[in-house]
């Protein structure tokens, strides 16, 4: 008997289970006992590490000063490693052995099938952390790729999810954003708008450009410092391109939508007003056409 229940402490908890659910005469005790041991130890370390562990690290982060781009991969690395924590103390009270050690063993003999198998998730993974340090552009941010664009909404360790302006949810992996060209248009304080418009040869292009630099003044939105502008950027078939530069502060794309909706109506108003025509392209079709071997073709007509 004294032996019995020395070689249950040694056991662990998981053969002091065992033992109990031997003497009720069940079947597999020895399985049944290890499972039951190792499912309550994981349980209540992770629920534990859950309730400790995790408002800790938020505290900490919070005390530092980092914003949501930083600390969402600094939470979710907290809950990879209790998960692990839970999972190698609990393999050991069930009496499986050492974790570590079974898991580098599992580890040499997979390692060539997960390293074919893991390559886009390694690469995604190693993406990840670079948008993490180099910050091309954050949660909340307006970026733009491949013809895509969108609202970053979350960015995980493998994959960026982007709301686009359709309310669709793009989940982007990491390597493309990483090994595409992105554009942030709200990384800086300040974004410039440019808009062409079109007006008539025959009009004055002096008081054109006055119009598009009055309206841009009295805009709330577009800013003086820096000042807005208008170039000549082209002779086109049937109008003279007038491209207006203006800039707006804090931008974000509701903020670019409405700016230069509200802008680009008051100076066609304003056009409108003192008579500047806004061609539109014209195409006039000429030429003729010519028959041959006509008698040959027609007949005459009976009188």
């Not at 974790?99 to 063993?105: C, D, I, N, S, V």
């Not at 292009?205 to 009055?214: C, H, L, R, V, Y």
């Not at 502008?229 to 804090?250: K, N």
Request: proline share 4%.
């Amino acid at each position: 008997m004294t032996g019995a229940v020395l070689q249950s402490v040694t056991d662990g908890p998981g053969g002091v289970v065992a033992d109990l659910l031997r003497e009720t005469g069940l079947p597999y005790a020895s399985a049944i006992g290890s499972a039951i041991t190792f499912l309550t130890v994981f349980l209540l370390l992770y629920i534990g590490g859950r309730i400790v562990v995790g408002p800790f690290v938020n505290r900490f982060l919070n005390a530092r000063g980092l914003d949501a781009h930083a600390k969402k991969p600094l939470q979710k690395l907290t809950r990879i490693v209790i998960i692990f924590v839970a999972i190698s103390i609990a393999f050991g009270a069930a009496g499986y052995g050492n974790f570590l050690g079974a898991l580098a063993t599992v580890a040499a003999a997979a390692t060539l099938a997960i390293g074919f198998a893991l390559q886009d998730v390694i690469k995604n993974f190693v993406a990840g952390i670079f948008i993490y340090t180099d910050e091309p552009f954050r949660i909340d941010d307006w970026i733009e790729w491949d013809d895509q664009s969108g609202i970053v909404e979350d960015i995980s360790l493998r994959v960026t999810r982007v709301r686009t302006f359709d309310n669709e949810l793009l989940t982007v992996p990491n390597s493309i954003l990483t090994d595409d060209v992105i554009k942030n248009p709200v990384a800086k304080e300040q974004l410039r708008l440019k808009f062409t418009f079109g007006i008539g040869y025959d009009d004055d292009i002096d008081k054109a450009t006055e119009i598009i630099i009055e309206e841009a003044e009295n805009h709330a939105d577009i800013l003086d410092d820096p000042a807005p502008s208008v170039r000549l950027v082209e002779l086109g078939d049937s109008s003279v391109g007038l491209q207006s530069r203006i800039w707006i502060s804090q931008p974000s794309r509701a903020d670019f939508v409405k700016t230069r909706a509200e802008y680009v109506k008051t100076v066609k108003e304003r056009f409108d007003e003192e008579g500047i025509d806004i061609p539109y392209p014209n195409r006039t079709i000429g030429g003729g056409l010519e028959l041959e071997n006509v008698e040959g073709i027609a007949e005459p007509a009976d009188d």
